[in-house]
């Protein structure tokens, strides 16, 4: 059967995960009238509650005798070395850009790493139903981008079609259809067949798949020869260590699922069950003539943070995994399958360091945990300095904004505040369009300011560039916090009484510990508290209107907003219930006489 493998690449949310449920439709994966539902490839708990894709994903359909195996991947650019792995399936890719949007910074990342191997790809110009788009523009820019990369004479004669996924239609001209087809029939057109190499089995292991029953499930695409049931396989790993095993079950991917198979051949993508140890970038090789890969090189990481076991007075309260035994063991379990991860023992036993690629991909790992019970004190999250030629660097960004005409002075404001510097200004249809470099420091915490300061209006996104010289200091939160003064249940009389002192992050009623941060203080400097007092009782009470609060609802910060707010000496307690702020150390005259230590120090 004719094979064509393709991964769908953008920038996050340009609707690749919507444009994979119209090719499973189109190509009559369900069952007529089965229930489907909106985005069903987005099948983790996380991924719908955010709306994104966290994990990339294979599906395969078949199209006029053309088995077409799809890859979805995530846009968010904290999963980019995700994309670039898995690319190594795919003989072609689909480039979706939004026709509103234009190319944004994952763009770039995501085109960059197709072109430089060889890849050919597709360009789909997305979402031509929004109000104001400019899908010619787009194009325009869009060829530009490749220009810029130095595709090929080869890759800048590609091809492109235009739609709305969320419609259900694409075509090679701007005139609406009703169908998908001619994407279709250009995936065929235009992807090559895969490279069919003779020879002694290999397959490199590009990513990987969980079954409850099988266990650890190896995917990749055969490069040579073809892997057999039962097989005898040299299993050929990074550091040169070669080890023996057998293949238990094989499997090709079909529809949404996985269908068994005896052999698989070069140039389908296939799941390998038995191997008992593998890590992502092995090969799976002849036992006798075992031949390797290429390593496949992972982005560093450029972030880190401390993970620590819960110790608030709350500690045990509401998780089943408390202890440090349980969380290192978790942790190093987690690089296995997280490639861009790192682990490493702190000075403390009771707390570990954890690299990572950026606040939201450590955040995903910390909601993981906290949903399968464990109990985490969390540090703020720091990037990662290195020394070259002598001299401090830390990662810079590039970050795009694209704002309403008059927030924008705002923006530029906030930006140049956290040592961003202004690179790009332009207009586009209604909007703003700024671009700027700016240290990932000047990054943490930026992002809730920008929404206050511009009505929830901007639009922005951000990707690594690379190291570059220390920028010096970034000025940090400018409000101070509200600590509760007691541990006790705090009261509405009091919370009442402090409504001008501050915005609270916990209701009346909620177990609240000395030390904890309960509320933004509406100035600098933070402010011990006593929210805990219960009114005194006279003998008039005024019917009814005493119980009745004033209090301004609560303010719910996410995980990842949480992340981003907390200050060096502060830290973030998660737990399968509860996300407390706290300051690390939560005896007032403890933390008097710390930060006294360290000013002297300075
Ligand atoms: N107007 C419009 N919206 C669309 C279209 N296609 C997708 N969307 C919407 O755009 C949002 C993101 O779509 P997804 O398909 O999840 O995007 P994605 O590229 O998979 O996003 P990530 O996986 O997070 O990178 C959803 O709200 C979709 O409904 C389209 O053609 N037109
Ligand atoms: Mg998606």
Not at 377 to 385: C, S
Request: hydrophobic content about 35%; some cysteine.
């Amino acid at each position: 059967m004719n094979i064509r493998n393709i991964a769908i690449i953008a920038h996050v949310d340009h609707g690749k995960t919507t444009l994979v449920d119209k090719i499973l439709h189109a190509t009559k994966v369900f069952r007529e009238n089965q229930e489907t539902g909106e985005l069903i490839m987005d099948s983790n708990d996380l991924e719908r509650e955010r709306g994104i894709t966290i994990f990339s994903k294979n599906v395969s359909v078949t199209y006029k005798d053309f088995k077409i195996n799809v890859i979805d991947t995530p846009g968010h650019s904290d999963f980019g070395g995700e994309v670039e792995r898995v690319l190594k399936m795919a003989d072609g890719v689909l480039l979706l850009v939004d026709a509103f949007e234009g190319p944004m910074p994952q763009t770039r990342f995501v085109l960059q790493k197709a072109l430089a191997l060889g890849l050919k790809p597709i360009v789909v110009i997305n979402k031509v139903d929004k109000p104001n788009c400019r899908p010619d523009e787009v194009h325009d820019s869009v060829f530009e981008l490749f220009f810029n990369l130095d595709a090929s004479e080869e890759q800048l004669d590609f091809p492109t079609f235009y739609g709305s996924g969320k419609n259900g239609w694409f075509n090679s001209s701007l005139t609406q259809i009703d169908n998908i087809s001619p994407l279709l029939d250009g995936i065929i057109q235009y992807v090559p067949e895969p490279k069919v190499n003779e020879g002694y089995s290999q397959m490199q292991i590009t990513s990987l798949d969980y079954s409850s029953f099988l266990g650890r499930i190896a995917v990749g695409k055969v490069a040579r020869g073809s892997l057999k049931e039962n097989q005898q396989i040299a299993l050929m790993q990074a550091d040169g260590s070669i080890k023996k095993m057998r293949i238990k079950e094989l499997y090709v991917f079909e529809g949404m699922g996985k269908k068994k198979a005896t052999e698989v051949f070069a140039g389908d993508i296939c799941a390998v069950v038995g191997l008992d140890e593998f890590n992502i970038g092995d090969t799976i090789a002849d036992a006798e003539n075992p031949e390797a890969l290429p390593i496949i090189s992972v982005d560093e990481p450029t972030m880190s943070m401390l993970f620590g076991i819960n110790n608030s007075p709350f500690f045990g309260k509401e998780g089943k995994f408390v202890t440090s035994r349980h969380l290192r063991d978790r942790l190093f379990k987690e690089t296995e399958k997280n490639l861009a991860l790192r682990v490493e023992d702190s000075d403390s036993a009771d707390s570990f360091l954890v690299f990572g690629r950026g606040i939201l991909h450590l955040g995903i790992l910390i909601e993981t945990m906290r949903r399968e019970g464990f109990e985490l004190t969390i540090g703020q999250p720091q990037v990662l300095v290195k020394t070259i030629d002598g001299k401090k660097h830390e990662p810079y960004e590039n970050l795009v904004v694209d704002v309403p005409q008059e927030y924008s002075g705002k923006v530029i404001d906030l930006v140049t505040q956290r040592k961003g510097e202004m690179l790009i200004m332009e207009t586009k249809g209604e909007m703003q369009h700024l671009e700027f470099e700016i240290p990932s420091r000047g990054l943490i915490g930026l992002r809730s300011n920008m929404l206050t300061n511009t009505a929830g209006e901007a639009v922005m996104a951000h990707r690594f560039i690379d190291y570059k010289p220390w920028k010096g200091h970034i000025p940090g939160r400018n409000n101070g916090v509200l600590l509760s003064k007691t541990t006790e249940k705090t009261t509405a009389y009091s919370i009442d009484k402090l409504q001008d002192r501050g915005r609270f992050f916990v209701d009346p009623g909620d177990e609240v510990y000395a030390g904890q941060i309960i509320a933004e203080h509406i100035k600098p400097g933070d402010l011990v508290v006593n929210a805990t007092e219960a009114k005194k009782l006279t003998n008039h009470r005024a019917s009814g209107s005493d119980d009745a609060s004033k209090a301004a609802p609560k303010i719910l910060m996410t995980l990842e907003e949480c992340m981003e707010y907390i200050q060096q000496d502060e830290c973030i307690e998660v737990t399968p219930k509860s996300v407390r702020l706290r300051k690390t150390i939560l005896n007032e005259e403890d933390r008097k006489r710390a930060s006294k230590s360290i000013s002297q120090e300075a």
